[in-house]
């Protein structure tokens, strides 16, 4: 599976933005679908995940009510809609493809995109 995101930008705080995943391949949608990102100096943390249907997602502590992950299996696509965005989401995002997560790590990783929040 190869993943590319996008949609990363400069937002002002309390702004929103959009990033999309597109994968590759046939069997996208039994992968456990799932957003990380990378802040300056820090490591990198989970984000938000979910399952092969989009039933099931899973949200860091830091984002829970204001991110939303979803999926279209018919595009081959993840999203993570970020709204009330704070200068402490400001990272690069990746997207990964898991087929056995959390129980082992990602499979698949998608290069990054930045998202820059100003204050």
């Known amino acids: 599976v190869q993943l590319q995101a996008s949609g990363g930008g400069l937002v002002q705080a309390g702004g929103s933005l959009r990033l999309s995943c597109a994968g590759s391949?046939?069997?996208?949608?039994?992968?456990?679908m799932g957003w990380f990102r990378q802040a300056p100096g820090k490591e990198r943390e989970f984000v938000a995940a979910t399952s092969w249907s989009g039933g099931s997602t899973y949200y860091a502590d830091s984002v829970k009510g204001r991110f939303t992950i979803s999926r279209d299996n018919a595009k081959n696509t993840v999203y993570l809609q970020m709204n009330s965005l704070t200068p402490e989401d400001t990272a690069v995002y990746y997207c990964?493809?898991?087929?056995?997560?959390?129980?082992?790590?990602?499979?698949?990783w998608g290069k990054g995109t930045l998202v820059t929040v100003s204050s």
């Open positions: 990964a493809a898991g087929s056995n997560w959390p129980r082992n790590g990602m499979d698949y």
């Open positions: 391949g046939r069997t996208f949608s039994s992968y456990v």
